[in-house]
């Protein structure tokens, strides 16, 4: 009789024990929906995702994300494989402000949060008047005349040319009146992430538009005398009232080494070649493309030891 009535009075423990956990999860779940336990996200956030690593090395090593598990958390610029430890879902329903736009870059190898600048539009954009005015050197002379600043900016969106991939762009400035922007191709010393390695670009340079400018001039093109070569431009700066560009190949004896060309307006508004030096035999840290601008750290060559560069 005892052998019989044990497992059935050990089942219905069993059955007691199931329905009880599920009580409890159904209860919890219900809790979570609720919100309840969104104050124990900031203390997991902490223990879990620690303080949010903002390295990098290029620009695409970065994104915006949120790092507090909060509402209205709009984010902050963070390594791409860095995550927020948020498990409970917030529930409060709360009015937030509009977030600003804004994207990651990665500066001195820290990601860093830049505004989206947009193009002005223009108010003409949909009326048959005129079509918009290519850039010329001449304004940039022009920019250079009324001694405006030169300043690197965040990426302009203004559409790109078809030839062009937003990722060949490292680089836009604000000059005066004007946006620059400086196109690369993928070598052994640019490393260009959302470029393929061997992709060829059809087209390598400076572009150039107004603010009010709904498209891109390819004001100076850039082009090799060897395939190998891979002259790419890295900066643009000011001196004396003169504008720089400094152009450098792949042809160095590596670590980023290679023949730098530096291009300068004259007299004429033509583009013309100011100066030829070995790059980057100094460089230690920092930005590297803004570290050809300083050529007392570079070593001086002939003009004719720069003669794989052509430009139009």
Known sequence: MINTIMPARGGKKILKIIIIILALAIIALAVNISGFWTFLNWPLNKLIAGTPDGSCYVSSDCKIAPTTCGVCD??????????????????????CKMCPSVQARCLNYACRTEKVIPSQPNPNANLNIQPQVAVTNADLAAQLKSKADLTETAPVEIPLPASIKAGQIQKYFIFGDLYLALVLQP????????????????????????????????????SDQVQTDKNNPYYLWLKGNKIFLSVVDQNGAGSGEGMMKVLTLDNQNHWVLDGCYYFNGTYTDGDYFIFSQYLDKAEPRPLSECSNLRWE
């Open 187 to 222: 070598s052994m010393n640019v490393l260009l992430p959302d470029v393929p390695v061997n992709y060829t670009a059809p087209w390598v340079g400076v572009l150039a538009a107004r603010k009010n400018d709904t498209t891109w001039t390819q004001i100076l093109r850039l």
């Open 74 to 95: 709009c984010g902050q610029a963070v390594n791409k494989n860095w995550q927020a430890y948020c498990p409970f879902k917030n529930r409060q329903i709360i009015h």
